[in-house]
DNA sequence: GAAGCGTGGGC
DNA sequence: TGCCCAAGCTT
């Protein structure tokens, strides 16, 4: 797997030899989430714009809203802002490399903390996201698809395929997560080409379909998700606070439209003003 | 532990 | 055409 790495890894700027571990900590949270193809211009802005954790922090919240563009989930953005200030005013201006430090970071769950701990200072961490776990139900638990949700059980998996060797599990949890992504898919996983396919319990199986519950599929048209967006999309390009009626005519439902709005002011993603205008967080 | 949280692309 | 999926985190 890290020979077919090294041959067949994509070429991403975040990977770049001299990127930063502020690098990482930006990709790593667009990447939550949101496809590498369409982070990569917002990415590529967001790295000109703010080179340092102190550059973001130094702006309102709402400009890292704004920038966060359309990659959706834009509280992931008030919180890559809070994080910035966090690591200026804790740790200098640099992104700690310390797990639990990053971990204590706002929007760095376990295995962000673990990405940057390991892709940016080449520790050995389990790096478990969704890809890493359907390497490992396929390759060694033999099954199709993991658990709908992240287990304690896939976390003790993960370790366990843990190289020893310090260097060698950095290089072993980028590898096992670009299999996922390239090879080893979801829907049409491209076994003739993975490296791992004469090991794969699954195959070695006969490939079995998934025979677990049905996965919930997600509903989105008419939601208060959707109706948030909506609003979002509105202040986003606005160059000047909007007035109500302008928010009202993005959102037709008032009752959902009114809880959506309020929805947005109690995260921190709008900021009503005192003459009845919105606007992203200043 | 479940629910809530965006958006768009691919099959 | 829908449906599934995408480097999760927080409450």
Redesign the pocket.
Do not use: C
């Given at each position: 797997m890290l020979t077919w790495y090294d041959a067949n890894k994509?070429v991403?700027p975040?990977?770049e030899a001299g990127a930063g571990a502020w690098a990482?900590m930006v990709?790593?949270?667009m990447?939550?989430?949101?496809?590498?193809?369409?982070v990569l211009p917002a990415y590529q802005r967001w790295l000109e714009r703010w080179p340092t954790p102190a550059d973001l922090a130094a702006e309102a919240p709402g400009e890292a809203v704004r920038a966060w563009?359309?990659?959706?989930?834009?509280?992931?953005a008030l919180?890559l802002h809070a994080a910035a200030q966090a690591i200026v005013e804790r740790h200098g201006g640099e992104v700690p490399d310390d797990h639990e430090a990053l971990?204590a970071?706002?929007?760095?769950?376990?295995?962000?903390?673990?990405?940057i701990a390991s892709?940016a200072f080449g520790q050995r961490h389990a790096v478990v996201?969704?890809?890493?776990?359907?390497v490992l139900a396929r390759s060694l638990t033999g099954v199709a698809?993991p658990a709908?949700?992240?287990?304690?059980a896939d976390q003790r998996l993960a370790v366990s395929a843990l190289p020893e060797d310090e260097p060698t599990a950095a290089r072993w949890a980028?590898a096992s997560?670009?299999l996922?992504?390239l090879v080893c898919?979801?829907?049409?996983p491209n076994c003739a080409d993975c490296p791992i396919r004469s090991h794969c319990a699954w195959v070695l199986a006969g490939s079995p379909p998934?025979d677990g519950p049905?996965?919930?599929?997600?509903?989105?048209e008419g939601?208060?998700?959707?109706?948030?967006?909506?609003l979002?999309?509105v202040l986003?390009a606005a160059t000047a606070p909007v007035p109500k009626p302008t928010l009202d005519a993005a959102w037709p439902h008032a009752a959902q439209r009114e809880?959506?709005l309020d929805?947005?002011v109690s995260?921190g993603?709008v900021e009503p003003l005192a003459n009845g205008h919105y606007r992203l967080p200043g």
């Open positions: 994509r991403l975040w990977r990482v990709s790593e949270f990447l939550q989430q949101t496809p590498v193809n369409r563009d359309r990659l959706g989930y834009p509280r992931r919180r971990l970071l706002p929007g760095v769950g376990t295995y962000t903390a673990a990405a892709f996201d969704t890809n890493v776990r359907r698809q709908v949700s992240p287990t304690a980028v997560m670009e996922g992504a898919t979801a829907r049409t998934y049905p996965r919930r599929g997600q509903t989105y939601t208060d998700r959707q109706a948030r967006g909506r979002l999309a986003r809880r959506a929805g947005l995260d993603l």
